[in-house]
Nanobody
Framework: QVQFVESGGGLVQPGGSLRLSCAAS????????MAWYRQAPGKQRELVAA???????IYADSVPGRFTISRDNAKSTMYLQMNSLKPEDTAVYYC????????WGQGTQVTVSS
């Protein structure tokens, strides 16, 4: 079964940047529409961005122009480039298929604070 491992989080000051990675194990990564989600303390998990197998993308209203989702099917890896980070972007970030069909991984913590 496919599994996803997130990495790249950390502590960054407001206005800073981070690049998250999501590495997939197993086969058939390219057929999945993939997505990044995040869950802030005390809040429900929410969709941040999604990308289909040929690069079509959608973004949450709070992030277009600041975040860029991309994927490298040859490496079975998805990325989230996050620029102009704000304190409200603080959350645990997860990757999954767009329909969240795979058990959730550990996620990667992103903390935006001065």
């Amino acid at each position: 079964q496919v599994q996803f491992v997130e990495s790249g989080g950390g502590l960054v000051q407001p206005g800073g940047s981070l690049r998250l990675s999501c590495a997939a194990s197993g086969s058939s990564f390219s057929i999945y529409t993939m997505a990044w989600y995040r869950q802030a303390p005390g809040k429900q998990r929410e969709l941040v961005a999604a990308i289909n197998g040929v690069g079509g993308t959608i973004y949450a209203d709070s992030v277009p122009g600041r975040f860029t989702i991309s994927r490298d099917n040859a490496k079975s890896t998805m990325y989230l480039q996050m620029n102009s980070l704000k304190p409200e972007d603080t959350a645990v970030y997860y990757c999954n298929t767009y329909m969240a069909t795979i058990p959730w991984g550990q996620g990667t913590q992103v903390t935006v604070s001065s």
